[in-house]
């Protein structure tokens, strides 16, 4: 088995800690791994992947980074930073419309110098051609390519290593994990995980949320899940094999599209903010956490298991949605008027 080079980018072990007043609310010993804290730009599960990607990146000579995303990406946020710190220019495709204000992520791409390149996302693949030319001309070689969340066969061994991370907080805590529930959108941190599982006998399920159901337009995130495994499988020899049941991707919360705010993400960001104080993104983590709070309900895990919600970050993206999110009511609670 090879492993290939990263960076230093975050701050890990990233903590864990138990979710007191939720865990007393439900029949379950809930815990929360915090992914926003990994300390990159306000942190977030890119900051894993992006070690490797950046470390792939200087050892074949880049001067350039080329990623793309949504207005509102924090893959496109952390990237720009991560860029920057090793001397590499930023270059974003985001998707249109631009927006009139740069908000959120956006404003931060700024404080990077991020070279921003509006584009429809229909005719990506044609613009990211045209924009890679002109960026070759300019610096008389290709920037260096990252995909949509940075979800590839080097990207994804951010999460290998994270589950490394998790059994050894786990074995020293000795506390037992049973499920690990988590925002899966491009499939990178999913892949990691899996592969992650199997290199270190991880006991815990792998349950992803599925965030966008068009996330890929010629297949689904589960097929690219196993595409970018097996891909990591023969270019670093991994010792594992892949069966479908492996895949655990629960898809039915992902039906309003992405980055629709309805009343499960308002729920759940302002459930944990005011349960345990914790923010919640509007995209990526108030879906998963909603959806979470959702199989709770419903008894879909067996009485007292221990179920550690992985935070993936985000939380910049609020600011960009507060319109969808000001509320006076918490959705689905009777409580009195907020404001
Ligand atoms: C905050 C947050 N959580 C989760 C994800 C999903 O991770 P992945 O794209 O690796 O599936 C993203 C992706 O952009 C994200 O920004």
């Not at 045209?130 to 066969?153: A, L």
């Not at 925002?183 to 941190?189: I, L, R």
Request: with cysteine; net charge negative; proline share 4%.
């Amino acid at each position: 088995m090879r492993h290939p080079e990263k960076v230093e980018l975050g701050f890990f072990p990233t903590p864990i800690h138990r979710l007191e007043k939720l865990s007393k609310k439900y029949p379950y010993n809930l815990f929360i791994k915090r992914d926003d804290l990994t300390g990159l730009a306000f942190g977030g599960n890119k900051t894993r992947k992006l070690e490797y990607l950046i470390a792939d990146a200087l050892d074949k000579g880049a001067r350039a980074v080329i990623t793309e995303g949504a207005a509102q990406s924090n893959h496109a946020r952390q990237t720009a930073a991560a860029a920057r710190k090793y001397g590499l220019e930023p270059h974003l495709i985001l998707f249109k419309p631009e927006p009139r204000e740069f908000d959120g992520n956006l404003l931060l791409d700024m404080f990077f110098g991020a070279k921003i390149h509006w584009t429809d996302k229909d005719s990506l693949y044609k613009e990211r051609l045209n924009i890679m030319g002109v960026i070759r001309d300019c610096h008389g070689q290709d920037p260096y390519f990252i995909p949509m969340g940075g979800s590839n066969e080097i990207g994804l061994w951010g999460y290998i290593d994270a589950i490394d991370e998790l059994k050894t907080q786990t074995e020293l805590s000795g506390q037992k994990i049973d499920y690990i529930v988590f925002a899966s959108s491009s499939g990178g941190t999913h892949a990691g995980m899996i592969i992650g599982k199997k290199l270190y006998d991880l006991e815990a399920q792998i349950i992803g949320i599925e965030i966008d159901k068009n996330m890929y337009p010629d297949k689904t995130v589960k097929q690219h899940i196993k595409t970018i495994i097996n891909y990591a499988r023969q270019e670093f020899d991994l010792p594992i094999d892949l069966n479908d049941q492996d895949i655990t991707l629960i898809s039915g919360y992902s039906e309003a599209g992405y980055g629709v705010v309805t009343d499960l993400e308002k729920n759940a960001i302002y459930t944990l903010a005011q349960e345990e104080g914790i923010l919640l993104d509007p995209v990526y983590t108030g879906r998963a956490f909603g959806a979470l709070l959702d199989l709770l309900g419903k008894v879909y895990f067996p009485k007292g298991s221990n179920i550690l919600f992985w935070h993936t970050g985000g939380q910049p993206a609020l600011f960009a949605y507060r319109n969808d999110l000001f509320t006076k009511h918490i959705p689905g609670k009777d409580n009195k008027d907020l404001v």
